[in-house]
């Protein structure tokens, strides 16, 4: 969809919520120039502002798509599946998606399913 800024916002914020929330929700924007890779929906509960249970899972499959567009397949597809195992297990989850687990947790939790550490 084709919209003016406030109303992406609000839509985009919406669809995340539909989907599990706006702490999965990655997204992916083409300029004929440049590519943008950030979280899907963004201005959402500033209360938790240096709290550290922000959910990285957006902001991680941003990246993997980054790394998928800069021909680092492999990477991406790595990073991809790790977060999909983390998720699938459901033993570290973010407030957001009915767990405890901090920021730096869930990261973690990732970064050890990436090294194959299962801890």
Not at 98 to 105: F, S
Request: proline letters at 3%.
């Amino acid at each position: 969809m084709v919209m003016p800024n406030l109303y992406g916002n609000l839509v985009s914020n919406l669809a995340a919520g539909l989907v599990g929330g706006a702490g999965v929700v990655p997204s992916k924007s083409y300029g004929s120039e440049l590519a943008v890779f950030e979280p899907g929906a963004r201005h959402t509960w500033m209360e938790m502002k240096g709290m550290f249970v922000a959910n990285p899972v957006a902001m991680i499959l941003s990246s993997a798509f980054m790394l998928k567009h800069l021909q680092l397949h492999d990477a991406g597809d790595k990073l991809i599946q790790a977060v999909k195992q983390v998720l699938n297990k459901r033993v570290c989850q973010t407030r957001d998606l009915g767990g405890n687990a901090t920021t730096r947790e869930m990261t973690r939790a990732i970064l050890e399913e990436i090294h194959g550490l299962h801890a």
